[in-house]
């Protein structure tokens, strides 16, 4: 019994290690091709930067592949039908907002990660990065306390409005906050399929059968399905502010467990973030 326990427990810290590797990995891509963004450079080629960057180090598999929004489609304006998320040749200008998103799998463990910044100075974005800190705090204090997924999302657009912004998640597929993600096998051809990989669909998929026969779903959404405690495993976040045409946000793995100790029953992945690194220095300052 001892034995099975301490085996559970390293493949556990195993696994993390994994998922906390591929979520650095697609953060230091995100800053890489940040630090490239040019005027004139379009939504199209941002994200086949991130690609290339991103099999260059070994990437062959994908949640879904790298997109990109600059200027207001950063507060996803007007979009109405799934195709507007796809990247675009609309062109990055100076002072224009823009948000990097990438979802790759390495080694067989997957991440999703949101990048938000600007080609210069915007004093608007960076006022909304720094009031989603709250929104971080907001998200596992109220995990920890095992409310319903449903309420969080609820109370959390309520902390936007209070803050004077839209929920620009509400623009997502089912209107989606997270989504679980889990280890992917490993294979040497690995398709696509309107931007998600093929694998990580059927996963995906086999968790929302799952899910439905037991009352939960892998899908943190403001509707009915959602209505029950965060479901063990990892969820990829991502709080999305909107406010006059300029959108941010961030994205990364919270773990979530059935321990009865709070601290443990819920926490973030990493804590060495450039979002989480941004507040920080905030806070020093």
């Known amino acids: ?11 556990r ?6 998922f906390r590797e591929v979520q650095r990995l697609s953060y230091a891509c995100a800053e890489a091709v940040a630090a490239q963004l040019r005027p004139g450079v379009t939504e199209r080629e941002a994200a086949r930067m991130q690609r290339e960057w991103l099999r260059e180090r ?4 994908w949640f879904h592949l790298p997109f990109a929004w600059f200027g207001d489609r950063t507060a996803f304006a007007d979009f109405k039908v799934p195709l507007q998320f796809f990247p675009t040749k609309r062109q990055l200008e100076p002072g224009m907002p823009f948000i990097l998103d990438m979802a790759p799998v390495y080694k067989g463990y997957a991440a999703d990660i949101g990048y ?13 990065m720094s009031d989603l800190r709250a929104h971080r705090e907001l998200i596992l204090e109220q995990v920890r306390e095992r409310r319903s997924l449903r309420e969080i999302y609820e109370n959390v657009e309520r902390l936007m409005n209070r803050q004077g912004y839209a ?35 059927k996963g995906l998929a086999a968790d929302v059968l799952h899910g439905h026969r037991e009352g939960w779903s892998p899908l943190w959404s403001p509707y009915r399905f959602s209505d029950h405690p965060p479901q063990p495993g990892l969820w990829a976040v991502e709080p999305h502010l909107g406010f006059r045409g300029t959108g941010a946000k961030f994205e990364e793995i919270l773990v979530v467990t059935d321990s009865g100790d709070p601290e443990e029953s819920a926490y973030w992945l990493d804590d060495d973030l450039p979002h989480v690194r941004r507040w920080a220095e905030e806070k020093a300052a």
Do not use: C
């Open 167 to 201: 929920n620009r998640h509400r623009a997502y597929p089912f209107g989606v906050i997270a989504h679980k993600i889990d280890r992917v096998r490993e294979r040497r051809w690995a398709p696509t399929a309107f931007g998600f990989g093929t694998q990580s669909l």
């Open 116 to 128: 938000s910044g600007s080609l210069g100075l915007n004093p608007v974005q960076d006022r909304l």
């Open 13 to 18: 810290t195993a696994d993390l290690s994994g």
């Open 1 to 11: 019994m001892a034995g099975d326990t301490k085996q559970r427990t390293a493949q």
């Open 58 to 61: 070994g990437v062959r598999d």
